[in-house]
RNA sequence: GCGGGUGUGGUAUAACGGUCAUUACUCCAGUUUUCCAAACUGGCUACGGGAGUUCGACUCUCCCCACCCGCACCA
């Protein structure tokens, strides 16, 4: 048994119908992927118990869904507008490509402030060198931040960006809930969308794209014990890890030193996983501190206190901030579930899915599709299953062997099959994807064995 | 963005400057089949896109696009 690959997941995902290529057939267009009828069904499986573990199950959050147009005052604001900017330079030989603001600040250079054309002049200055000692030339800006205009004159409106994270819109909308629902404080904002971001280069499947998804709450805290809604939250992430069925000895945190954080974080720990292309981030935990509310209250003008029912002093909160990419999660799940076993001398592909993430419950089929009276009680049993799990498929390709095996790739948990006993005593037989195993089971009790 | 590699049906592949582009699996229709990709018959589907060279290009050249590996980036 080999390792398995990236590709040997986008393979099973192309050919059953989780993930597409966006734009394929105009040659495709980098960092897009289309969700397939079974790949949308397994990510809104995952959304959905994301929002029930964190939102509904709980009586301290709140959901919403803000728009991914928000003013560009939003995005200047949060420091997205300079920060979300790198200035890249160019070695004149090598062709490689480097940070300006590290090497300046390498050679000792306090660039606060400066913009493009002072960090070049200030390179020259000091005669510094590309790393690899040549001359370095092709100053520019990569800002992460998608452009696109208000108004339908071309040439003409006002700029506005697509939201490079859906935390700015949670931030914006503190006020609002505050001001409908009045809950105690700690309390959360929660929510699940779209965001975009310029990446240079888009890699490894689903891994690093442009258009992504996010699933996010802010927490909103009084930060003389932030420490311990930090490791609340924490230890909520490893349970939600566990609940996607990702084995625990494939999950690392990583604590990210100072210099690596992000400007407004006091701590941030990284969750990364074993990928089959690597142990890399799949979501993040930061403490960012009051930063953003008092952001918003300078840039805006509106108050962000937070007044406490008891009466004692008003405060700004501070933010925990579990951050959860689902293209990303969607993809760890698959590389987990993603298993080679052999089942009568036979090697079989199968996802090893939990019961509440996989696409299809259930496959229903009849024993031999060319007996009418087999066929007609499958029916029967198909369409009731149907109404009451939704995700039901029915199966009649080929002969038995070969369905089992089709909904083993796509991990249906169960394949139940109508045989000549069912006509008899209105038994069915259940096999087992994990195990292979059949059980035989009263149709009358099928729904609560599923 | 830089460097290297790759691009042939849904997937995995073969070949060739010159008839209708090979094979397997998948998929579809049918025969058959009393539980793990059986067999038989038939069928759909491909040279990533665009220019150029040539009598003729999937094959050679250039440009573009996408994917993979390395670097860089990753608020």
């Given at each position: 048994m080999s390792e398995i690959t990236l590709e040997d997941i986008a393979s099973l995902a192309k050919r059953r119908g989780f993930i597409y290529q966006g734009s394929e057939i105009y040659g495709g267009l980098a960092g897009t992927w289309d969700y397939g009828p079974l790949g949308v069904a397994l990510k809104r499986n995952i959304t959905n118990a994301w929002w029930k573990f964190f939102v509904e199950s709980r009586d301290d959050m709140y959901g919403i869904d803000s728009a991914i147009l928000m003013s560009p005052k939003v995005w200047e604001a949060s420091g997205h507008v300079a920060g979300f900017t790198d200035p890249l330079i160019e070695d004149v030989k090598t062709k490689k490509r480097f940070r300006l603001d590290h090497l300046l600040e390498d050679a000792g250079v306090d660039i606060k402030g400066m913009n493009l054309e002072q960090m070049v002049a200030s390179l020259k200055e000091k005669g510094i060198k590309s790393p690899d000692g040549n001359d370095l030339a092709n100053p520019a800006n990569f800002n992460l931040l998608f452009e696109t205009a208000i108004g339908s004159v071309e040439g003409g409106g006002s700029k506005v960006y697509l939201r490079g994270e859906t935390a700015q819109g949670m931030f914006v909308n503190f006020k609002n809930i505050v001001d409908s629902f009045y809950p105690d404080i700690p309390f959360g904002v929660a929510?699940?969308?779209?965001?975009?971001?310029?990446?240079?280069?888009?890699?490894?499947?689903?891994?690093?794209?442009?258009?992504?998804?996010?699933?996010?709450?802010?927490?909103?805290?009084?930060?003389?014990?932030?420490?311990?809604?930090?490791?609340?939250?924490?230890?909520?992430?490893?349970?939600?890890?566990?609940?996607?069925?990702?084995?625990?000895?494939?999950?690392?945190?990583?604590?990210?030193?100072?210099?690596?954080?992000a400007h407004y974080s006091k701590r941030t720990i990284d969750f990364e996983f074993d990928f089959p292309h690597g142990k890399k981030e799949l979501y993040g935990l930061a403490y960012r501190t009051d930063f953003d509310l008092i952001n918003h209250q300078t840039a805006s003008g509106k108050s962000m206190e937070y007044r406490p029912k008891d009466g004692s002093t008003?405060?700004?909160?501070h933010v925990i901030e579990p951050t959860f990419g689902v293209d990303r999660t969607l993809l760890a799940?698959?590389?987990?579930?993603?298993?080679?076993?052999?089942?009568?001398?036979?090697?079989?592909?199968?996802?090893?899915?939990?019961?509440?993430?996989?696409?299809?419950?259930?496959a229903v089929s009849p024993l031999l599709k060319n007996k009418p009276e087999l066929v007609?009680?499958?029916?029967?049993?198909?369409?009731?299953?149907?109404?009451?799990?939704?995700?039901?498929?029915?199966?009649?390709?080929?002969?038995?062997?070969?369905?089992?095996?089709?909904?083993?790739?796509?991990?249906?948990?169960?394949?139940?099959?109508?045989?000549?006993?069912t006509l008899e005593d209105n038994t069915v037989t259940v096999r087992n994807r994990d195990t292979a195993e059949q059980t035989r089971v009263a149709i009358d009790s099928l729904l609560h064995n599923l």
């Open positions: 929510q699940i969308g779209k965001a975009f971001r310029n990446e240079i280069s888009p890699r490894d499947f689903v891994f690093r794209v442009r258009e992504f998804e996010i699933a996010e709450f802010e927490y909103f805290i009084n930060p003389t014990h932030w420490e311990a809604e930090f490791e609340k939250w924490r230890v909520a992430m490893h349970d939600w890890c566990e609940l996607l069925g990702l084995p625990a000895d494939k999950i690392h945190e990583l604590e990210v030193p100072a210099e690596d954080r008003p405060f700004i909160p799940v698959l590389a987990a579930a993603y298993t080679e076993d052999e089942v009568g001398g036979e090697k079989r592909t199968y996802l090893k899915l939990p019961k509440d993430l996989a696409p299809v419950k259930a007609s009680k499958a029916r029967e049993v198909y369409d009731t299953l149907k109404k009451e799990l939704g995700a039901v498929m029915w199966d009649d390709n080929g002969n038995i062997g070969k369905r089992y095996r089709r909904q083993d790739e796509i991990g249906t948990p169960a394949c139940i099959t109508i045989d000549f006993q």
